[in-house]
């Protein structure tokens, strides 16, 4: 079993910084990579941005400069920094990690709300 658990998510202001953080617990061993993905209202999850274990990283063409995913492969952490928010930033975010036994598991997710 494994279990991640994201937080941080809350209602923020346009053009506000925020910080999102995913724990991973359980039988997590050998993860490949962790990712973000969100799903704003109405629309289709995407994906948001990835962290491989070899330190690359990877963004959304529209989301890279605003926004910096990092993390820690020992300790089954992700974070998200987004920067300089929208109202088009509103959704939940979700994480998911790629383990060493073939799985793909994920989040609840986090909220975050972005007002004009």
Known sequence: QVN???SGGR?????ESLGITCSGSG??????????????PGKQREWVASFR???????AVSLAGRFVISGNF??????????????????????????GDSRTYWGQGTQVTVSS
């Open 27 to 40: 039988r997590i061993f050998a993860p490949r990579e962790m990712a973000w993905h969100r799903q704003g």
């Open 4 to 6: 991640l658990m994201e």
């Open 74 to 99: 020992a300790l089954n952490y992700l974070t998200l920094q987004m920067n300089n928010v929208t109202p088009e930033d509103t959704a939940t975010y979700f994480c998911n990690l790629a383990n």
């Open 53 to 59: 274990r070899d330190g690359t990283k990877n963004y």
């Open 11 to 15: 209602p923020v202001q346009a053009g």
